[in-house]
């Protein structure tokens, strides 16, 4: 069983920087596939980007080259550094933990475990 708590969302103009982070409870945590997520209102909710239990990571196209995933397994966090935020980055953004060994999609269905979400809004 996992529990993850995300904060460090909140108000940022376009082209400005936002740290998320995702605090897990649980003492297998480094045995996990992470992964961020967001829902825009009147979207799926779709995938950020992820970090394997290995160490391979995964961004969206949307986000590549301004979003960063880390993960600090002696501190059971995980982090998405957002850097040169644009108006469609605004969603809730949630964190979420997968028990596969391997990966190869990034689909909500995939991952256990969710946070409760964290609002990030991106003004211009």
């Known amino acids: 069983q996992v529990q993850l708590v995300e904060s460090g969302g909140g108000l940022v103009q376009a082209g400005g920087s936002l740290r998320l982070s995702c605090a897990a409870s649980g003492r297998t945590f480094s045995n996990y596939n992470l992964g961020w997520f967001r829902q825009a209102p009147g979207k799926e909710r779709e995938v950020v980007a992820a970090?394997?239990?290995?160490?391979?990571?995964y961004y969206a196209d949307s986000v590549k080259g301004r979003f960063t995933i880390s993960r600090d397994n002696g501190k059971n966090r995980v982090y998405l550094q957002m850097d040169s935020l644009k108006r469609e980055d605004t969603a809730v953004y949630y964190c979420?933990?997968?028990?596969?060994?391997?990966?190869?999609?990034?689909?909500?269905?995939?991952?256990?475990?969710w946070g409760q979400g964290t609002q990030v809004t991106v003004s211009s």
């Open positions: 970090v394997h239990w290995a160490g391979a990571t």
């Open positions: 979420a933990a997968d028990q596969r060994r391997g990966w190869g999609t990034f689909y909500p269905s995939d991952y256990d475990y």
